[in-house]
């Protein structure tokens, strides 16, 4: 059994307990965390999590200009630099598993390491 916590790094809700969430089994889904991304990611490494561990932004979802920023806690900062907002962050290893992930011709993927869209022709399979 896996599990999922969902917190929100709103702007006005305080910072998140760190330490908590580094000892959260299982994935995080950081709701409104892209403007505060280098801040997470750094307090989450020093809290525990491992710095390999897998990252994804998502950003703009649910539209037709959907981008996912792959990379990991250590550098997910630097793939997800032309992330535009809304955007969630998701942690954990459901970021390396392929198995229900949905993508179509108008989303772009954005591999590690790199600011362009991957044209589909050259996409490794998710």
Known sequence: MSTTSFPCACPNSGDLDYHRLAQTPGTLVIFMGLGRLEHIADNLILAGRPVDEPVAVISRLSLPDMEIHLGTLATITASAKSARTP????????????????????RQRIEVGSQRPVPAQRRRPM
């Open 87 to 106: 955007a969630l962050v998701v942690i954990g290893d459901v970021v390396r598993e392929p198995r229900t992930r949905h993508r179509t011709e108008r």
